[in-house]
Antibody
């Protein structure tokens, strides 16, 4: 079964850092582009970042560029999102998603993990 | 990177058809045939319904169809069913390794 499982989020103070991970199973992780998408409470989906199958060509939304870093370890079948200089506006459920079957076709999503930035 | 524009809400009676629009610019929706649509029920992860404007993943009913004209993409749900009531989001490639989503449309089945 294709599965993506995000690590637990949590409460972080403004200016703080947090690293999310996304464990993949049931498919050849190293063959797929992977994305992070977030959703603030009661709001819509917002794309955050993506990374190519081989770990190159990272892309970021303007709102996180310079603060967030996407990476992956294909040997561990794991995707990461390092989040620094966190702000209240980063509070959201963060989803990892697999791109498969077509360009920007996010066909498999994790269950999401809540990150709350507050003092 | 402004969000794509979707109507906040749409509705229809069971059996009817409803179309949700997604308006972008000549730099995103109009430039690429890389528009996807996602369905999200409350408290759940999104589900892919349409990709590359009009392609349907296996398992998605053929009641769901997608199209594009100029800078506007559309999702049509035919033969509305109660379980179609959900939030729907479009997304598009925006060039320069960027992706944007629409603000979402809440579909109500009356």
């Amino acid at each position: 079964e294709v599965q993506l499982v995000e690590s637990e989020g949590g409460l972080v103070q403004p200016g703080g850092s947090l690293r999310l991970s996304c464990a993949a199973s049931g498919f050849t992780f190293s063959s797929y582009w992977m994305h992070w998408v977030r959703q603030a409470p009661g709001k819509g989906l917002v794309w955050v970042s993506r990374i190519k199958s081989d770990g190159t060509t990272p892309g970021y939304a303007d709102s996180v560029k310079g603060r967030f870093t996407i990476s992956r370890d294909n040997a561990k079948n794991t995707l990461y999102l390092q989040m620094n200089s966190l702000r209240a506006g980063d509070t959201a459920v963060y989803y990892c998603a697999r791109e498969a079957g077509g360009v920007l076709s996010l066909d498999c999503w994790g269950q999401g993990t809540l990150v709350t930035v507050s003092s | 990177q402004s969000a794509l524009t979707q109507p906040p809400s749409a509705s229809g009676s069971p059996g009817q058809s409803v179309t949700i629009s997604c308006t972008g610019t000549s730099s995103d929706v109009g430039a690429y045939n890389y528009v996807s649509w996602y369905q999200q029920h409350p408290g759940k992860a999104p589900k892919l319904m349409i990709y590359e404007v009009s392609k349907r993943p296996s398992g998605v009913p053929d009641r769901f169809s997608g199209s594009k004209s100029g800078n506007t993409a559309s999702l049509t749900v035919s033969g509305l069913q109660a379980e179609d009531e959900a939030d729907y989001y479009c997304s598009s490639y925006a060039g320069n390794n960027n992706v944007i989503f629409g603000g979402g449309t809440k579909l109500t089945v009356l």
